[in-house]
T-cell receptor, first 115, second 115 residues
Framework: KQEVTQIPAALSVPEGENLVLNCSFT??????LQWFRQDPGKGLTSLLL?????REQTSGRLNASLDKSSGRSTLYIAASQPGDSATYLC??????????????FGSGTQLTVLP | DAGITQSPRHKVTETGTPVTLRCHQT?????MYWYRQDPGHGLRLIHY???????DKGEVSDGYSVSRSKTEDFLLTLESATSSQTSVYFC??????????????FGPGTRLLVL
């Protein structure tokens, strides 16, 4: 069974710092990996999607990498801002039978960027 | 933002009562999903639908049923609510152009409290 782990569960940094969020998964047979952002009391917003054949994706100050062989992904946030404060979740889409539409989520990292 | 609404947004109910949550989309996407989000567990798939009247179970389907009589609506029913079903419920949609390019779009969530 695919398991996704995110460490740390919470992170607090001063504004302007570059930071890295980590995601690990146990089964490398995946279609893709996604990073989502969730603001308090809100739904999830997709930030970046990395297909299984790709190594990284970039959007603005965000850069996500994928190393399938080691079962790891990182989300790099450059020059953090207070508006980046949110919970960041990663999710993988396993290549598997049964619930083939299922995304498997990590528990998230709650990021606080202090002014 | 994808056109996804959930109703109600908040609900308090008593143990043993049936509860129905509604997800409505205006995107004409084929796939619809119900997830629950609990502290320490991330999001877990309850049921999903791959077309009108076509549904399948997810990871945590016990105690839940779903129906999809129209493309735009996906209903989640708690047949006899229990306190363990207190959670935040999210609906998601996708159109699945290719398996490795699929992303899911999430609704704002429904907070359910079962007393």
């Amino acid at each position: 069974k695919q398991e996704v782990t995110q460490i740390p569960a919470a992170l607090s940094v001063p504004e302007g710092e570059n930071l890295v969020l980590n995601c690990s998964f146990t089964d490398s047979a995946i279609y893709n990996l996604q990073w989502f952002r969730q603001d308090p009391g809100k739904g999830l917003t997709s930030l970046l999607l990395i297909q299984s054949s790709q190594r990284e994706q970039t959007s603005g100050r965000l850069n996500a990498s994928l190393d399938k062989s080691s079962g790891r992904s990182t989300l790099y946030i450059a020059a953090s801002q207070p508006g980046d404060s949110a919970t960041y979740l990663c999710a993988v889409r396993p290549i598997s039978s049964g619930s083939a539409r299922q995304l498997t989520f990590g528990s998230g990292t709650q990021l606080t960027v202090l002014p | 933002d994808a056109g996804i609404t959930q109703s109600p947004r908040h609900k308090v109910t008593e143990t043993g009562t049936p509860v129905t949550l509604r997800c409505h989309q205006t995107e004409n996407h084929r796939y619809m999903y119900w997830y629950r989000q609990d502290p320490g567990h991330g999001l877990r798939l309850i049921h999903y639908s791959y077309g009108v009247k076509d549904t399948d179970k997810g990871e945590v389907s016990d105690g839940y049923s779903v129906s999809r009589s129209k493309t735009e609506d996906f209903l989640l029913t708690l047949e006899s609510a229990t306190s363990s079903q207190t959670s935040v419920y999210f609906c998601a949609i996708s159109h699945l152009p290719l398996a490795d390019q699929e992303t899911q779009y999430f609704g704002p969530g429904t907070r359910l409290l079962v007393l």
